[in-house]
């Protein structure tokens, strides 16, 4: 066979590995977070969140169009498919550099060691997380190896006529590759130092020449033609202090935005009629960059269409230009590096050193009033602990370790885990997995392999092609700390960002691939034995092949269905045409994907607190009908929801002392849904408290934010006639002051005419809580109107992989079934209280995903209450031996938010008390009594419980002998901190007393004699 054939086969065998691989372990169901909300946009279309990936959704449509499969399966194909392409172009590009590293070593080799790298980035892991999901990092991954190849290939090809083939398609990429991720246009400076290398002869003078026309490229494409252009042609320019542009509207404006459109269409004209190559080339290279940016005409023309997912609605020009740059999330400042406001930010920034917080100050806007805003120009700036943020949080915990993740190892799985190291204690370990069951699993241990061989071929390349590696040096870079560094992060993030620097582990890759060269190069020109040639190449398999087997179970997706699950179980939880409110990305965009793509409860209005905040969605609340279902009743004015954010008429949030909100209450239609108390009124009259705001003349303020308006004008114009609910996921400080108006439904807090508790305790509806809890359905019985009965699927072991953020959103499930079996034990049902925990842990394992020590407890303690011995003493002994884990290991227990509030040695005991195991109980509160200045309750503790276990043998004398001993000592004046002990003691006492027979006044006699 030749060797262009073989070439062509090895690259095929690639391309097949990472097809297989992602095809076993896609997600064959709605991933969380933006999956759900892609996958319904590219079905119907539709608009998804600033700056859209209309691309994305184009050639996801086409999937969309597959004869088989689930149609979240079929979207989710479309990172498998991009993520097997992008395999073929590493494995494309390696085998250039290879070849032009080294000549010497043959074909047949170079085509192995070129495999043999491009399944490193196969089985790496965070390429491999994006693999499986329908986001848009593996289309873009798969657009910035397009790139990198066809660079390579220009510069091979670059002395034949026709080359500059490679730079157009190049451009035009960039353009196409702004309708899935900007990433893509970071390439532009590799790109153009290797055009640099190959055309001119090096000095510092031309490298500085070349530097800085990067930097211009890089600044028209990104400033001008992505940022500005948009702007300049729906005639807006110039935005002032208070967010408004200083040109707005203007028809001058607009024609300075076609003047930018034609001078490359001008320039390439005149370049053409006079012969300038180079001017003719980069005015065709502009033109190219605009027109894929053109992608965008589908996000205008879509919005235009109004479908049911409608982000932004960017219908006109300046609404398309705002929603491509984002305007909705504001701008971070550069410098500082800790800018964001807020206690969880400001905690986190004091970490590195002192911080303080931003002055503010007033704006004027258009319509003569001001607003306030954070003032960074004045800021006073601690220099060193900016610069530490920079290094050890945005460059150091945010880029480094998510490299040593792909290329070391990993700790765990919980977020913020450590790169795991060789050296990494077992303890530091165990912290990282203390409470998940696929702590075998971890730590992923890659023994550094990857990253040693890494840096031999970074040193390799830097020794036989310095030009090339250079160029590849600046592409890892660019794509990893620079844009680190770019999007400036804050701590806390709420998930892990490692899905950004995917390009610069695919550069790491390929350096893994010369690394492999280098080896083989020197066993090579050692040893002519061909054998030992291929023993050599074979071996470094073993590389790849140890990244696939710590990588499988973790990345198999396969039988995750918890997204949709949980999305089916909060639909089912709502009576018909609910109105259901939302609050974050994952108890919102698979609920979409429900409604739009399965058809399941279109009935429903699934309101996003977060988004309430726009006019925008106000507004399509108020008028839309999203498959048919009702609009919803809002009085904020048709002109305030239509206004600007910006403007003083839009929806703003209110300053003001807590607000009495009545609604009329016609019983006559509520009685089918509720039970009418007998002192009902015909009103409902609660106080609305929202965020605490301080104080004003000794009366607490509150922050009314445009979404609790919102909540309160739904409640007051639907006066109950349509359901409203809070899913559970929704922070109380929405519906502060109904408390006791609220009862749990299912998944769903519904909101009641009627004080449902007087003190605020919890309520629920027995006969939709009995539904939900105690007749699940399998999945072959969805339904798409309304029905009871939840979904629970693969929940009962831990033979599929769930990572922390789904095993957290079970923890939903677990509360909702303590509360409720706790709220039947006190209204007296007791038997079917234990039916509903036994029904929860049979459904959800409670071995397979654990829980913190005080769970395990809390089950315990219904378990007591409800009369299930057997069970109590199961949960009573797992919450002691996860509680004992703590006192194992201090750093583990510095790390659990519950010890030290509740300490593990208490928590260890009381487990170990009611599992039986009380001599286990009494020592270790023994060893945490030093520990307590010698508290007189835990002495009493440890005393009754040493009592306990004399009662238990029927040895009551002995018993009444050592509590009148206990009675003495905590009657010596010289422990007078137990005097306070004596009356619990005496009660102890005297029940031995009546048990053996004998009256408590002559046993008191005894002892004071």
């Known amino acids: 066979m030749e060797s262009k054939h073989i070439h062509k086969v090895f690259a095929f065998i690639a391309f097949c590995t990472a097809s297989i691989t992602y095809i076993l372990t896609a997600q064959t169901s709605i991933p969380f977070w933006d999956c759900g909300e892609f996958t319904s946009a590219a079905i119907w279309q539709q608009v998804p969140h600033p700056p859209g990936a209309p691309l994305f959704l184009i050639i996801a449509k086409l999937f969309d169009f597959l004869p088989f499969a689930d149609p979240a399966w079929r979207i989710n194909l479309v990172s498998v498919l991009s ?114 290398f ?138 500082p590096r800790r800018y964001k406001t807020g206690t969880e930010f400001e905690e986190m920034h004091k970490k590195y050193g002192n ?28 220099i060193p602990g900016e610069i530490k943020y920079l290094f050890n949080y945005q460059i150091g915990h945010m880029y480094v370790r998510y490299f040593l993740w792909n290329f070391m190892g990993k700790a765990g799985d919980l977020q913020d885990s450590p790169a795991f190291l060789y050296s990494s204690p077992k303890k530091e370990v165990e912290i990282w997995n203390y409470l998940s069951d696929y702590k075998d699993m971890f730590p992923i241990q890659l023994f550094a392999l990857p990253f040693i061989m890494g840096i031999i071929g970074l040193l390799y390349h830097l020794k036989n092609a310095p030009k090339t590696a250079y160029s590849f040096i600046t592409l890892f870079i660019m794509l990893g700390v620079f844009a680190a560094i770019a999007q400036n992060q804050q701590e806390p993030q709420p998930r892990e960002r490692d899905y950004f620097y995917v390009g610069s582990f695919m550069v790491w890759c390929m350096w893994i691939a010369l690394g492999f060269q280098s080896i083989i190069y020197i066993i090579v020109t050692k040893v002519r034995l061909t054998v030992l040639h291929w023993c050599s190449i074979m071996f470094l398999f073993f590389i790849p092949g140890l990244m696939a087997k710590e990588g499988w179970f973790i990345h198999d997706r396969s039988k995750n269905t918890l ?15 609910a109105i259901l409110f939302t609050n974050g990305d994952n108890d919102t965009f698979p609920l979409w994907y429900l409604q739009d793509v399965e058809g399941i409860r279109r009935d429903i209005r699934i309101v996003n607190l977060s988004l309430a905040q726009m006019g925008w969605y106000l507004s399509q609340l108020k008028h839309d009908s999203p498959w048919g279902a009702k609009p ?152 798409k109107q309304q029905a009871y009965g939840y979904i629970f699927r693969d929940l009962a072991d831990n033979s599929h992989y769930y ?141 009754e419980l040493e009592l306990l276990v004399l009662e238990n043998k029927k040895q009551y004398s002995e018993a009444l002998k050592l509590a009148e001993t206990f009675l003495k000592r905590y009657m010596d004046p010289a422990h007078k901190r137990l005097l306070v002990l004596v009356p619990r003691m005496e009660q102890k006492a005297n029940e031995l007393r009546v048990i053996l027979g004998l009256s408590p006044l002559e046993s008191m006699t005894r002892i004071l004699n």
């Not at 997204?563 to 045409?577: G, R, V």
């Not at 106080?687 to 301080?694: C, K, L, M, R, V």
């Not at 004080?755 to 019985?781: R, V, W």
Request: with cysteine; glycine share 4%.
């Open 83 to 196: 993520s097997s392409c992008t395999i073929l172009f590493v494995y494309l590009s390696i085998e250039i550099l290879l070849k032009e590293c080294s000549k010497s070593v043959k074909d047949i080799y170079r085509y192995t060691i070129a495999l043999c790298g491009s399944l490193c980035f196969v089985f790496s892991d965070t390429f491999w997380f994006n693999a499986v999901e329908s986001e848009v990092y593996a289309m873009s991954t798969l657009i910035v190896s397009l790139i990198v190849y066809l660079i390579l290939r220009w510069r091979d090809q670059s002395h034949q006529s026709n080359n500059t083939i490679y730079l157009l398609l190049i451009s035009y990429l960039i353009g196409l590759s702004i309708g899935v991720h900007l990433f893509s246009i970071l390439t532009l400076f590799t790109v153009m130092m290797l055009i640099y």
């Open 198 to 335: 190959k055309k001119y002869e090096f000095s510092w003078l031309g490298f500085a020449k070349m530097t800085l026309l990067s930097i211009g490229i890089f600044s028209y494409v990104y400033i001008v033609l992505i940022k500005t252009l948009p702007s300049l042609l729906a005639g807006n320019f110039l935005i002032s202090d208070n967010g408004n542009y200083v040109f707005q509207e203007s028809s001058f404006i607009v024609l300075c935005g076609l003047i930018v459109v034609f001078i490359p269409c001008i320039t390439l004209y005149i370049a053409h009629k006079k012969g300038q190559s180079l001017i003719k080339l980069i005015a065709l290279c502009i033109l190219l960059i605009m027109a894929g940016f053109t992608t965008y005409t589908h996000t205008f023309l879509r919005s235009s269409a109004h479908p049911p997912m409608n982000e932004n609605a960017p219908n006109t020009m300046s609404k398309l230009a705002s929603y491509i740059n984002r305007e909705q999330y504001g701008d971070a400042p550069m410098w």
């Open 355 to 382: 911080w303080y917080a931003p002055s503010y100050i007033k704006i004027d806007m258009g319509d003569g009033t001001s607003k306030s805003t954070s003032d960074y120009s004045t800021m006073k700036i601690n």
């Open 563 to 577: 997204a949709f699950d949980m999305s089916y179980n909060m639909l089912q939880s709502c009576e018909k045409d």
């Open 632 to 783: 919803i009743q809002l009085t904020f004015s048709d002109a305030s929801l239509d206004a600007p954010e910006n403007s003083q008429d839009s929806p703003k949030p209110i300053l003001s002392e807590a607000r009495s909100i009545t609604i009329p209450i016609e019983q006559s239609r509520i009685s089918s849904y509720f039970v009418i108390p007998d002192n009902a009124t015909q009103t409902m009259t609660f106080t609305y408290t929202a965020s605490p705001a301080g104080e004003q003349n000794g009366k607490p303020l509150y922050v009314f934010g445009v979404e609790h308006q919102m909540i309160a004008d739904i409640l007051q114009n639907s006066a109950f006639t349509r359901p409203v609910y809070f899913s559970m996921t929704v922070s109380k400080n929405y519906y502060s002051g109904l408390e006791s108006y609220v009862r749990q439904e299912g998944m769903a807090l519904r909101v009641c005419p009627f004080k449902q508790s007087e003190d605020q305790t919890e309520a629920f509806y027995e006969p939709i809580m009995d539904a939900c809890f105690l007749h699940p359905i399998n999945g072959n019985q969805m339904q």
């Open 803 to 943: 990572d922390e953020f789904s095993r957290n959103y079970l923890r939903n499930y677990r509360l909702s079934s303590i509360r409720y079996a706790d709220y039947l034990i006190k209204v007296g049902q007791n038997k079917k209280a234990g039916i509903v925990l036994n029904s929860m842990n049979t459904h959800i394992s409670p071995i397979h995903f654990p829980m913190n020590y005080l769970f395990y407890l809390q089950i315990a303690d219904v378990y007591r209450k409800a009369g299930y011995t057997k069970e109590m003493s199961y949960f009573s002994l797992l919450g002691a031996q996860y509680a004992d884990a703590l006192i194992m290991n201090k750093n583990l227990a510095a790390q659990d938010p519950y010890a030290k509030d509740f300490s593990p040695y208490v928590a260890a005991a009381e487990g170990y008390q009611y599992s039986g195991r009380i001599n286990l109980a009494i020592e270790r509160l023994r060893t945490f009594l030093p520990e307590t200045n010698n508290d007189p309750y835990l002495q009493n503790k440890i005393d």
